[in-house]
């Protein structure tokens, strides 16, 4: 039972367009939701969070927006540079922390 | 400020032998974690430590894995015996408290290959 879904594998962008990775998320009571980057050989490093009572969160390049009734989540780079190139994890708390699949994210120069 | 630290890097073994990695904490976090990371997943809690007490081990197949926090320090995480399907990429992370918004700190992973 996948709680947490990242339904797109990879996605490739350009340097200087805006990159958009998605989360969809099926339990209601997650209450937290953090985003994760991951280079190659690394462990995740904490990227950016939201808390269910709101509907943006914005840290300088990156945003995270929360759709509650559609139980979506979704992280906003912009600009996107090469150096953003990894693969990104949302993560979902209730309790516990639960991971989504992962998307692998690549900048083009 | 010192990170997650983890060894092996590295380890191969074959399946019915046993393995042990090592974990040390950000000095001060209380809370520890180890995830299991299959190839193409996201990581997957297998046991939370806060301080040296078992917060959630339901993850844990316990028949085949055990995991200690001495001291409520350092841990280690055991696999006696290995199977084919325990190849994954074991990450252990710390955090300073629980609660809300609380961030985890990952180590670099111990990558465990079993032929």
């Known amino acids: 039972d996948q709680q947490v879904k990242q339904n797109s594998p990879s996605l490739s962008v350009q340097e200087g367009r805006i990159s958009i990775l998605n989360c969809d998320y099926t339990?209601?009571?997650?209450?937290?939701f953090l985003w994760y980057k991951k280079y190659p050989a690394e462990g995740p490093t904490f990227l950016i969070s939201?808390?269910?009572?709101?509907d943006k969160n914005e840290d300088g390049r990156f945003t995270v927006f929360l759709n509650k009734s559609a139980k979506h989540l979704s992280l906003h780079i912009v600009p996107s540079q090469p150096g953003d190139s990894a693969v990104y994890f949302c993560?979902?708390?209730?309790?516990?922390?639960?991971f989504g699949q992962g998307t692998t994210l690549q900048v083009k120069p | 400020e010192a990170g997650v630290a983890q060894s092996p890097r590295y380890k191969i073994i074959e399946k019915r032998q046993s393995v042990a990695f090592w974990c040390n904490p950000i000095?001060?976090?209380?809370?520890l974690y180890w995830y299991q990371q299959i190839l193409g997943q996201g990581p997957k809690l297998l046991i939370q430590?806060?301080?040296?007490?078992?917060?959630?081990d339901s993850q844990l197949p316990k028949d085949r894995f055990s995991a200690e926090r001495l001291k409520g320090v350092d841990s280690t995480l055991k696999i006696q015996p290995a199977k084919l399907e325990d190849s994954a990429v074991y990450l252990c992370?710390?955090?300073?408290?629980?609660?809300?918004?609380?961030?985890?700190?990952f180590g670099s992973g111990t990558q465990l290959s079993v032929l």
């Open positions: 992370a710390s955090s300073l408290a629980r609660g809300l918004s609380e961030k985890l700190f």
């Open positions: 339990n209601s009571m997650f209450d937290y």
């Open positions: 993560a979902a708390k209730a309790g516990k922390l639960i």
């Open positions: 000095s001060g976090h209380a809370t």
């Open positions: 430590f806060q301080n040296n007490g078992v917060v959630d």
């Open positions: 939201i808390s269910s009572i709101k």
